[in-house]
């Protein structure tokens, strides 16, 4: 249950990821739309070395979006391979914390919702309109 709800959450990520990327090639908010799935694209890459090895972090592809695609791939692979209750070290200003690997995989997953509203909110600021609706439940209903 655990395992497929997180590999849904891959499936949503890249979903809102490609919504927003689109979005952008004609936006004023083109270079930090980039700039911040950029940042998701390392934390993809630093959460599989993390958790897994660095031998296990795709290589970048020619695009943005089939990069972030390959990351979310590799990660539903990765969880599937390993026991997803596991923990993971992580070392923070001096103080090591073990955190499971299927909460690391829900961060890495909340982190592109956390950016993706970072965008929205530059947006409002900004009164840009016609930006991507990407929460989870819009998702949900257009997939059935």
Known sequence: MILDSLKEGFDYD????????????????????????EHHVRCYSHWIE??????????????LMATLEKMAEAWKNLLS??????????EREG??????ICDIA???INHGTYHRGELRGLCMAQ????????????WIRERE
């Open 81 to 90: 391979r390993c026991d997803i209750e596991a923990f993971a070290s992580v």
């Open 14 to 37: 890249i979903w809102a990821n490609r919504a927003w990327l689109d979005w952008a090639e004609t936006s004023a908010l083109r270079e930090d739309a980039l700039a911040i799935l």
């Open 127 to 138: 009164e840009i309109v016609g930006f991507p609706e990407t929460d989870f439940v819009r």
């Open 106 to 108: 829900r961060h890495v």
């Open 50 to 63: 993390t958790c897994f090895s660095e031998e296990e972090i795709p290589g970048r592809e020619p695009t």
């Open 95 to 100: 103080k090591v914390y073990y955190i499971a």
